[in-house]
């Protein structure tokens, strides 16, 4: 007769030593692995928020602001823009803040620069990194509490925010 003892297997060394690549090839349970979830597609709707709470009211203009920047982006990780005014600045006539938004980035606005009277010129030149063809927006706020707004398109080769 045998004994309880005998009875119960054990598995030898070598089988416990080839199940171990064989777990770690084994798929997680579901509770264990990663999900992702979607996000949600960019829109102008965001870029429309922040434009409107820096108008903070007042009509804006789409006179006097100058935004230079490529037709087609290339290097859509350092597209260079640059933001000036379109008369020299006076005592009487100067730039108090100016923003630059990427219409479609998952963070539109780029930059916020504010100037005061001693500051000579209202001249902003950045290089911004877009995820797709987009529309480049600038917009100004000047001492005497016009806003000044300048929009333009932008087509980029591949996009650069998930670089």
Do not use: K
């Amino acid at each position: 007769m045998t004994s309880s003892r005998e009875s119960r297997w054990r598995p030898s060394r070598r089988q416990i030593l080839m199940t171990g690549p064989a777990l770690a090839l084994a798929p997680l349970p579901a509770f264990a692995q990663v999900t992702t979830t979607a996000r949600p597609q960019p829109d102008a709707a965001e870029a429309d928020r922040i434009a409107a709470e820096f108008a903070a009211g007042a009509l804006p203009l789409p006179e006097g602001l100058v935004l230079d920047l490529p037709v087609l982006g290339d290097n859509p990780g350092a597209v260079p823009v640059r933001v000036y005014l379109d008369r020299p600045v006076t005592p009487d006539y100067w730039c108090a803040e100016m923003i630059v938004i990427a219409e479609l980035n998952p963070r539109p606005l780029a930059c916020r620069l504010r100037f005061t009277q001693d500051t000579g010129s209202a001249d902003l030149a950045v290089r911004l990194r877009l995820i797709r063809s987009m529309h480049v927006r600038a917009l100004a706020r000047m001492n005497d509490g016009r806003v000044l707004t300048v929009r333009r398109p932008i087509t980029v080769t591949a996009g650069g925010c998930g670089m």
